[in-house]
């Protein structure tokens, strides 16, 4: 089956695909940008998506040229197009192409690129045994509620963990945790859910949401607040969550292993209902 790509109102297989290099997305790393996971030929939990880009959007003044029935239509013929039941949906924003001036052009048209692929899920053992993760200092901007382009710091923090054989590099600002690389972070004490605070340090995560929401239908109370590094060293149970990796336990932070070194039943009754919730989209 084919990738295919649209950019400003045509699909070609993503091959074909060519964005000038004028483009301040390239130039700049003006633009923002999501990632949607579909399941069974369904974009899962788009409206999140379409919203958290509106958003983002709206944030570093880009107007968004689709509205949201428009964009569901747009996503379901790329799907069809791809013919991946299983995908994953890269959406990227940008404020256009325009010679090279740090001001924003006048008369430049917002550049919209999609890419349809398959998803290649993780493991099975690994969503089952679980992962190591890292802990860097928190280089990124502040305004990391904006889902932009700018992923420089998350890159290098990303390749620092694989350096050493881990899965995830968690963000620690000012002694407390933040968020991972690429996911948002959960811990567990005495049967109660933690994750960070939502600020303008942190992304508000559209499975992250979902978790919370599943979490409090099973009873369980969820507190948004600061998390010392060493209160994480010492949790019951940590996990990840994200659009790609949807529940991932994680069993080692640094080189202190959590609890007993095997996800906690928290953690696994949480993964067993998010997979039950994108099973019956």
């Not at 919370?212 to 607040?225: H, M, P, R, S, Y």
């Not at 932070?253 to 993964?271: C, F, H, R, W, Y």
Request: proline share 6%; glycine share 8%; with cysteine.
């Amino acid at each position: 089956m084919p990738d295919i790509g649209y950019l400003n109102g045509r699909f070609t297989p993503l091959e074909e695909i060519s964005i000038s290099p004028d483009d301040r997305g390239f130039l700049f790393g003006d633009g923002i940008y999501e990632v949607i996971r579909t399941y069974h030929h369904v974009p899962a939990f788009w409206e999140e998506h379409y919203c958290r880009l509106l958003r983002s959007a709206q944030e570093v003044r880009i107007p968004f040229p689709l509205e949201s029935a428009d964009f569901h239509r747009l996503l379901l013929t790329g799907l069809e197009q791809s013919g991946y039941a299983e995908g994953k949906i890269y959406i990227q924003l940008t404020r256009g192409v325009a010679p090279r001036e740090h001001g924003f052009p006048l008369n430049a048209e917002p550049t919209v690129f999609l890419s349809f692929r398959e998803m290649k899920a993780l493991p099975v053992e690994v969503l089952h045994k679980g992962v190591k993760v890292i802990t860097l200092p928190d280089i990124r901007w502040d305004r990391c509620d904006i889902k932009s382009l700018n992923l420089l710091p998350n890159v290098l923090a990303k390749q620092q963990a694989q350096d050493v054989s881990a899965f995830e590099a968690i963000f620690v600002r000012d002694g407390s945790v933040i968020e991972g690389a690429t996911s948002n972070l959960f811990m567990v004490k005495d049967g109660q859910l933690r994750t960070p605070e939502r600020n303008h340090f942190v992304l508000a995560g559209v499975t992250q949401q979902q978790i919370i929401n599943l979490a409090q239908e099973k009873g369980l109370t969820v507190q948004f607040d600061k998390i010392p590094l060493e209160a994480l060293y010492e949790a019951d149970e940590v996990f990840l969550v994200g659009t790609t990796i949807e529940v991932l336990p994680v069993v080692k932070v640094d080189e202190q292993v959590i609890k007993n070194g095997i996800p906690g039943p928290v953690t696994s009754s949480l993964q067993q209902g998010f997979t039950n919730v994108v099973a019956h989209l």
